[in-house]
């Protein structure tokens, strides 16, 4: 829970971010909600099948005391296991009013193709 939610051991506060994985007969399709998430302080790795989201919402710099934080901030990572095969050269990761959008296409082989079927 701690590492979910809280401290990492290591002084830094980590988080998971909520996502969705679609699949496609063309690839995948994963969406993590990142509120406050800058473009530049997100980094996407695909490596083999393993898409691995990381990156941090930082603290914003404040005048009064805190009371009370619920928004998470600190290091968020985020790693699943596509099945199938893969093409790591068709990628592309958007981030738009919060939602980071990651289309991974499935290499030619893995993409069902339609069979004819001719007359015997």
Do not use: C
């Not at 082989?109 to 339609?114: E, Y």
């Amino acid at each position: 829970m701690e590492t979910a939610f809280g401290d990492a051991g290591n002084g830094v506060r980590s988080w998971v971010p909520a996502v969705d994985i679609e699949e496609t007969d063309e690839g995948f399709v994963v969406e993590a909600e990142l509120p406050g998430v800058k473009r530049e302080d997100v980094t996407v790795e695909l490596r083999d099948n393993e898409l691995m989201l990381h990156g941090e919402t930082k603290q914003r710099e404040r005048t009064g005391i805190l009371r009370r934080q619920t928004r998470r901030t600190g290091q968020f990572d985020y790693r699943v296991m596509l099945p199938g095969e893969v093409d790591a050269d068709n990628v592309e990761a958007n981030l738009h009013e919060g939602i980071l959008r990651v289309q991974v296409r499935k290499s030619q082989q893995a993409q069902p193709r339609r069979i004819e079927i001719i007359a015997g």
